[in-house]
């Protein structure tokens, strides 16, 4: 992800703490090259957990690197609608609204 897009905070916490930010990256790293799934996959699986604990920022976050990734802006918001019988409307919608941000940006 290019500088300019990460959030304030984040760069802050990168400049302050190089050594932790850097064993999180390798650690997502590893993660993702453990398994048989693809990273547009992946980044739709991200999504969705993203979506189900409500965090605002890591919705916009793994809406970004799907579409990177190759995900369409239909796929991106199936994924997220799938999840209207686990985590609830309410849930759904705020997450529909944080990656809508994101694909009007891309559009």
């Given amino acids: 992800m290019a500088e300019e897009q990460l959030p ?3 760069a802050v916490v990168r400049e302050k703490h ?3 930010m850097a064993a999180l990256d390798a650690l997502g790293v590893a ?3 453990e398994g048989p799934l693809d990273h547009k996959t992946a980044h ?3 999504l969705a957990a993203a979506a189900a604990i409500r965090s605002e920022g890591a919705v916009h976050s793994h809406t970004r ?3 990177r990734a190759g995900a369409s802006p239909e796929e991106i918001v199936h994924a997220l609608l799938l999840l209207v019988s686990t985590i609830g409307f309410p ?3 705020a997450a ?4 809508q941000d994101e694909l009007e940006k891309a559009s």
């Fill in 44 to 46: 739709l699986v991200q």
């Fill in 91 to 93: 849930s759904v919608s």
């Fill in 8 to 10: 304030r905070w984040y």
């Fill in 31 to 33: 993660v993702r090259r």
């Fill in 96 to 99: 529909l609204s944080w990656a």
């Fill in 65 to 67: 690197r799907a579409l």
């Fill in 18 to 20: 190089p050594g932790v």
